[in-house]
């Protein structure tokens, strides 16, 4: 595998649900980064991990926890959400997170639906 | 408040057409980059600017960095199917509690129609 894999692609829940999302990065870098991508809004950045720290956390709701176990892996836990919450979650990866000349590497999403 | 404005929202064009979009701001950017989106997909980088006035081609694909560092363009030219999807623009920013990140505009949808 190559780049940055996200699992699942599609998930529907309810808002009693518990569901994660899951990233993973094959490119040894050591941020990686959720966004949320909304129809009419631009991409929003909710949290950044360096070296499995969480370095930015972008007031997002506490319904949203993520979870980074190692360089490698990113989670995103979800419980109680709201149908606002609906979108597409992207992760990425960077080999610096201070650097924004550098290049973000996205996965392709997981497309989320809250009934 | 947006920091990038993009423009236009939706372009939908014949195939070997050429067309510009555009990214622009208030605010100067240290850098900014250009992401493409397809359907289904990531974004991913097509290039980053660093120098004002600076213009970096990419085969039909050719970026501007303004001269002060607020707008950027894309001018595609002699567009196929393949160039559909959504262009996004990007730059950095530093929040207010001193670390950066990266802001992006809501990007242009661009189909390109055989």
């Known amino acids: 595998e190559t780049g940055v894999t996200q699992t699942p692609r599609h998930l529907v829940m309810g808002m009693t649900n518990k569901k994660s999302l899951k990233c993973e990065q094959h490119l040894g870098h050591n941020a990686m980064y959720w966004y949320k991508q909304s129809a009419k809004k631009p991409l929003e950045l909710m949290f950044v991990?360096?070296?499995?720290?969480?370095?930015e956390n972008n007031s997002v709701p506490s319904r949203f926890s993520p979870e980074c176990p190692n360089s490698s892996h990113l989670f995103l836990h979800l419980h109680t959400l709201q149908p606002e919450d609906s979108a597409l979650y992207l992760c990425?990866?960077?080999?610096?997170?201070?650097?924004?000349?550098?290049?973000?590497?996205f996965g392709e999403g997981s497309r989320l639906t809250v009934l | 408040t947006q920091l990038l404005e993009q423009s236009p929202q939706f372009l939908s064009i014949q195939e070997g057409e050429n067309l510009t979009v555009y990214c622009n701001s208030s605010?100067?950017?240290?850098?900014l980059q250009w992401y493409r989106q397809e359907p289904g997909e990531g974004p991913v980088l097509l290039v980053t600017?660093?120098?004002?006035?600076e213009v970096k081609k990419l085969k039909r694909l050719t970026f501007q960095f303004g001269d002060a560092r607020k707008d950027s363009s894309l001018h595609i030219t002699a567009a196929q199917p393949g160039d559909t999807g959504l262009y996004l623009c990007a730059g950095p920013i530093i929040t207010q509690g001193g670390s950066e990140k990266l802001v992006f505009g809501k990007g242009t949808k661009l189909t390109v129609n055989p």
């Open positions: 991990y360096s070296l499995e720290e969480r370095v």
């Open positions: 990425a990866s960077s080999q610096d997170p201070g650097i924004y000349s550098g290049e973000l590497f």
């Open positions: 600017v660093v120098t004002g006035g």
């Open positions: 605010s100067v950017f240290s850098s």
